[in-house]
């Protein structure tokens, strides 16, 4: 287990956690009531795309490392982002996610 990626990836998801939460707290949708829980499941979700990141080095579908760093982070910040939207009023936390999973695994490929 390469550990500097971990912590890579893991620090990189709590920062797009935060922007994520923040973000959510300041935006109006109709029916929809943002409470703290909510919020801190949002942080959660996007802390498990870090920690998905981090331990999924060695899987390798595709040739490229950084094709291999796109795809793996797409699917997991689709998987953690899919249980954000049943609440409601949360469709638009699934291209986030695929985009902020996507820069994590990058990140994390490049500096872990």
Do not use: H
């Given at each position: 287990?390469n550990?500097?990626?971990?912590?890579?990836?893991?620090?990189?998801?709590?920062?797009?956690?935060?922007?994520?939460a923040?973000?959510?707290?300041?935006?109006?949708?109709?029916?929809?009531?943002?409470t703290?829980?909510y919020?801190?499941?949002?942080?959660?979700?996007?802390?498990?795309?870090?920690?998905?990141?981090?331990?999924?080095?060695?899987?390798?579908?595709?040739?490229?490392?950084?094709?291999?760093?796109?795809?793996?982070?797409?699917?997991?910040?689709?998987?953690?982002?899919?249980?954000?939207?049943?609440?409601?009023?949360?469709?638009?936390?699934?291209?986030?996610?695929?985009?902020?999973?996507?820069?994590?695994?990058?990140?994390?490929t490049?500096?872990?």
């Amino acid at each position: 287990m390469n550990w500097k990626r971990i912590c890579i990836a893991l620090i990189t998801a709590s920062v797009f956690g935060v922007f994520c939460a923040y973000g959510t707290s300041t935006v109006d949708i109709p029916n929809f009531e943002i409470t703290m829980a909510y919020l801190l499941t949002i942080f959660y979700a996007r802390l498990l795309i870090g920690v998905f990141v981090g331990i999924a080095d060695a899987l390798t579908p595709l040739k490229g490392k950084y094709q291999n760093a796109a795809l793996r982070g797409a699917v997991f910040g689709l998987i953690t982002s899919v249980s954000i939207s049943f609440y409601g009023g949360g469709q638009m936390f699934i291209p986030a996610g695929i985009i902020y999973g996507i820069l994590t695994d990058l990140i994390a490929t490049r500096f872990g």
